[in-house]
Every structure is written in C-alpha cells, then in structure tokens.
C-alpha cells in the first residue's frame, strides 16, 4: 500500500513537472518519466498487457519522436507563455485535488470489489476475438489521423 | 448488411488519396457522393425494412466466420443514421464547386467520409468504450476539417476546438472507467443491469456528472460552449454545415440520450440539470446570436441555442418531450446545415461574413436569398415550416408535464430567434444593393442546388409533418422511450 501510494505521489509529480518545465526537453523526460511510473502501477495492479504497452508506446517511441522533433526545431523561436498559466494551473490543480480527496473518499468505500482475476485469455484472444468493434474504431482513428497530416501540411497552391 | 454504414466510407476514404493522383477532381467528387448517396437510400429502404420485425443485433462475418462485431439498429439509431446521410450528401453536392479553391480535394473528402463513418459507428456501437472511440474518430477527421483553410484563424480555432474536445473526451473516458470498475461489463445493457443490482447512486451520479460535462461540451450546452463560436464560422462551409448540423448532435446529444436513457437511467434530478442547462442555452445564445455581426458566428451562436430545444424536449424525458426533441433534431440539422450553404454561398461571391458590409444581394443572388429565407423561418418557428412544429410538440409537452416557466421562456427565446434570423436576412439579402457588389453572381450550380434540396426539405416535413413523424420520428422516440 506504502509503495503504491509512493508510486502515485511521484507519478503526479512526474506529470506536474511535465507541464510545469519550461524546457521542452526537460518536459518530455518528466513525462517518460510519468509513464515508466505508470507502466509499474499496471503491472502492479495485474494489467502486464496495458504496461508493456505504456512503456514501449508511450515511454519509448513517444519520447523519441518528441525528442527528435525537439532536435529538428530551431533555437531561438521560443514562445513566450503567459504568466498567467503559471498560477491557474496549480490553482485548478490544487482545487481539483480537492475535489478529488472529497468525492473519491466517499465514492471508492462504495465500488463493489470485483473478483481479483488475472486478464482472461491471451493478448491476441482479447484482442482479436472479444474487442473486434474497437479494431475497425482503431483503424479508422488511424486513417482520420493520416489524412489530416496530410491535409494539415500539404501546399497551399489553390487557396487564396 | 449494416456494417456497411461503417466499412463502406472507411473503405472508400482510404483508395480515395490514390484515386486523386489519377482524378483530381471528377472521381473524388462522384466516388464520395455515390457512397453517400447509396447509403441514404439503404436507410430509407432496405434498413428499414430490416428494422420492421424490432430493434436488431447484427453480427458481422468475415470470410463465413463469425467476428465479435456486433453492431446494433434500432428507431433511435435508424433515425440518426437518415439524418446524417441526408445532410452528409447535401454536404458533399455542396462541396464539388466550394471546395475547388482549397485545393487536395481527394484528401478532404477522405477527411469528410471518415468523419461519417465515425457518426455512423457512434449511433450503430452498443457498448460505451465503442462509443468514445467512434466519438473520438470523428472528433479527429473534424480537427482536421476545420483547419482545412490553413489560414491563421482556421488554426486558432481547430487548436481551440483540439483543446477543449481532449477535456471532453478524458472527462467520457473516466465516466466510462468509472461504470466498468463498478459492473466489470461495457455493453449498454450489461452495465445497466448491473447498476440495477447495485445501490450505488453517489457514483453513478459522479459519472452522471462526467457524462454531462464530457457529451456537454461536445454538444456546446452553455457553460461549456466557448469552442464552438470559433470553430464552426472558421471552417469552410460544407464543414460548418456538418459540424453544426450533425455532429454536435450526433457526439453531443445522441450519446447523451442513448446513455442517460439506455444506461444510467433517467432521473427526475437529471432531468432537472438537463432541462436547466438547455434553457440556459435556448437564452443566453440567443442573446448572443443578437449582437453578432458576422452571418456565420451568428448561425453558430443560433446552434447552440437550437440544440438547446433539443436537449429540453429530450431532457423532460415524457414521450411527447423526447418526440418534439428529436423531431426538432431533423429539422434543425436540415435547415442549419441550408444557412451555413447559403452564408458560405454570399461568403464566396462577396468574400466577407461582415453583415453590415452586405445588402440588397437578393437582386443578384435569388436562391441564395429564398432558400436562405426558408431555412430562417424554419429555426424560427414560423408556421407551416418544419421547425414550427417540433417547438410546438416541445412546448406542448411542457405544458402537459407543468412546466409553465421554460414553455413560456421558450416561445420568448423563439421571438428572439426570428429577430436575429430577421437582421440577418435583412442586413445580407434586402435593402439597396451596395455598389461594390453589382458584380456578384449567384452561387455556381451545385452550391445551389444543395441548398435548393435543403430547402425544399424544410418545406416538405413542413407540409408532411405528420407522415415524417409517425414514420420516423416516432419510432425513434419509442425505442428511447424502451429504456425508461
């Protein structure tokens, strides 16, 4: 119980840091960062699948991909951010977890503990056989996503 | 085969990029508009031949083996299903002359029929993790569509849209975690009967909340409505169309009614919070719409507050309410969708959304001005046109249930309503031609025919009211009502 609300305790702060660094890169560390402590929480928590997952996907090629766009960006075309953002997002953030502390508190003593059971067949049978609707879902996500790179970056030859 | 409702757009969408090097015009434009097409016809008849015996469950099978793709159609959803392929295929008409100025024309209609399959996914799925993700592909294509000008204000507008949708989205996704922690199940009626068994109202009403806030934004009810002023004027205007016309209904309002009246269940209480959020809405956009001097901000402002009618009938939940919601869902997808036309129309001949600019177009821009006319007065709710009736089935399903305050705030929020439509139509289409536009011409043959069919739409569930309700209207208030 101590170490998973250990783990809780750094991956909130792990995200807050995320937002919170002014360097872009900085940023995108606290944010692998975030998602190795969540991979554990999952792994913890009996989901290996929703880990291997968190940690190849989001850790590891997301982070690349930040990492390498960071490095391609231009030195010096930083954008300056409204100090405003800096006293709403810990104001919301304080006032959220409060919210949170009271509602949830209440609420979890509530939720029926379902039965313990490890994931139910493989990977490959959940996947492929019981959430076959979220496959055609993914696909599509996929192609709305590869149509609107290509949308979002084409030449702007014919509009005025 | 109702899967095609899905496969049959993604299909289309993903050759269509390579069908564009080869045809850069001719093809997208007949490819996209023929699925449409087909499609609004298998509604209108196969479909609902299908749908005759009961609400169905289809299984899809690949290669003769049953996949675990069960997709659902009942009244509720065959009615969505019509509306968003009638306003989708007027949208793609309209699109063949608009959108030759932007250019990748293969790509947009890519983006289009995505964004439809997604709508079309959303209203078939019968489980609430099928829903995000269809709420959330048709979420994605829209940024895109909206951005589709790449000019500045488009950009601004999509990230603002971008932004406020994520909140939308992870606010659905912790409801929807909430109800799978407490039933273990994802299925509507699964998790519905397994709330049945438990007494647990505090957390319901905590996803309740989530639900509201999430769909609530993606309907842009007021206080959550900040996106939807920016996104839908800057998009092009086949999009605006679409976005105000279906999707806000589709991503917004339908998911709340299938959720609330399928799953949770609807209470006296959250039939309050609805009914409260919806008049909010009905005023104060209407107000807002009041003192907008751009024509499609203040269609935009009009949106919100029309889907505010709708969620009011559907929010009193008795089955006249849910009936005038719902009819009132059709007219206002139809007649919205002919005025973003119209204004992208006067926007293209004269190349501003400034109504004190405009004036006297009527003379050089006949159809534009009458159907434009049509569509205002229906919104309106001037008799006899379509939208008349449908606040008239709200109102007197208010008053049947003793609602005596919001039926009389919204026959006043209604005289609003025709005041901003009257500045609208007067200050673009009557009055003295201004001399800078002696030159305008009238909208090149598609636009106008897309809006022409809009039109003659609104005039005929007007005139045929009766026959569109019974046949449509009330099947799809019938198979909500089930849920009760």
Not at chain 2, 151 to 171: D, I, N, P, R, T
Not at chain 2, 238 to 245: K, N, V
Not at chain 2, 324 to 352: C, E, P, R
Not at chain 2, 387 to 406: H, N
Request: with cysteine.
């Amino acid at each position: 119980m101590t170490f998973q609300i250990i783990l809780l305790v750094a991956l909130l702060l792990a995200s807050a840091a995320a937002i919170l660094a002014k360097d872009l890169l900085k940023s995108a560390i606290a944010l692998a960062v975030a998602s190795l402590l969540l991979e554990i929480i999952f792994f913890q928590m009996g989901a290996p699948y929703a880990g291997v997952f968190e940690i190849s996907v989001v850790a590891g090629l997301i982070t690349v991909l930040f990492m390498l766009t960071i490095a391609l960006t231009k030195q010096g075309d930083d954008i300056r951010e409204s100090k405003t953002v800096k006293i709403i997002f810990p104001l919301f953030f304080i006032v959220f977890a409060l919210i949170d502390f009271l509602v949830m508190r209440g609420i979890l003593a509530r939720i029926p503990a379902l039965e313990a059971a490890a994931e139910t067949g493989t990977f490959g049978d959940v996947l492929w056989k019981e959430r076959s609707f979220d496959l055609v879902g993914q696909v599509a996500v996929i192609l709305a996503g590869v149509f609107a790179v290509l949308a979002l970056f084409r030449k702007r030859d014919h509009h005025d | 085969m109702i899967f095609l409702y899905i496969g049959l757009p993604l299909a289309v969408a993903a050759v269509l990029p390579l069908v564009g090097k080869a045809s850069k015009r001719v093809l997208p434009d007949f490819l996209s508009n023929a699925v449409l097409l087909g499609l609004l016809v298998y509604a209108t008849t196969g479909a609902r031949a299908l749908l005759a015996q009961g609400p169905i469950v289809q299984q899809v099978r690949w290669l003769g083996e049953a996949v675990n793709i069960r997709i659902a159609l009942d009244g509720f959803s065959l009615f969505m299903l019509m509306t968003i392929q009638l306003v989708s295929l007027c949208v793609g008409l309209y699109s063949i002359n608009y959108m030759e100025h932007y250019g990748a024309k293969a790509n947009y209609y890519a983006l289009l029929l995505v964004m439809v399959a997604g709508m079309n996914g959303l209203v078939l799925s019968q489980d609430l993790f099928s829903v995000y993700i269809f709420l959330e592909v048709a979420a994605v294509a829209s940024y895109a569509l909206v951005a589709y000008g790449l000019g500045a204000e488009e950009l601004e507008a999509s990230f603002k849209y971008l932004m406020l949708s994520v909140v939308a989205s992870a606010a659905v996704l912790v409801a929807i975690a909430i109800l799978y922690g407490m039933t273990g199940a994802l299925g509507f009626d699964a998790v519905a009967d397994g709330l049945r068994l438990l007494d647990a109202n505090a957390v319901v009403g905590v996803a309740a909340a989530l639900f509201l806030m999430g769909f609530g934004l993606k309907a842009a009810l007021i206080p959550f409505h900040a996106w939807l002023p920016d996104a839908h004027p800057s998009a092009p205007a086949p999009i605006s169309a679409i976005l105000s016309g279906l999707l806000i209904k589709v991503s917004g309002v339908y998911a709340i009614a299938r959720i609330f009246f399928h799953v949770l269940g609807m209470t006296p209480a959250l039939s309050q919070v609805l009914m409260w959020l919806a008049t909010v809405s009905i005023v104060v956009a209407a107000f807002l719409a009041l003192g907008q001097t751009d024509m499609k901000r203040m269609l935009a402002y009009s949106s919100i507050s029309q889907v505010g009618y709708v969620v009011l009938g559907i929010g009193l939940g008795t089955p006249l309410g849910v009936a005038g919601g719902l009819f009132h869902l059709l007219n206002h997808a139809i007649a919205k969708s002919l005025l973003f036309f119209t204004s992208g129309s006067v926007q293209q001949a004269t190349g501003t959304r400034n109504l004190d600019e405009m004036g006297g177009l009527a003379k050089k821009m006949p159809w534009t001005a009458g159907t434009n006319l049509v569509g205002s007065l229906s919104i309106a709710g001037v008799p006899p046109l379509g939208g008349f009736w449908s606040k008239l089935i709200i109102i007197m399903a208010l008053i049947q249930s003793g609602e005596w305050t919001l039926a009389v705030i919204a026959v006043l929020a209604s005289v609003l309503t025709l005041w901003y439509y009257l500045i609208l139509q007067r200050k673009a289409f009557f009055g003295k031609l201004a001399e800078r536009w002696t030159m305008v011409k009238e909208a090149p043959f598609w636009m106008t025919a897309a809006s022409v069919i809009l039109a003659l739409l609104v005039v005929g569930v007007g005139l045929w009211f009766a026959v569109v309700f019974s046949s449509w209207v009330q099947p799809a208030a019938d198979a909500l009502a089930k849920g009760f």
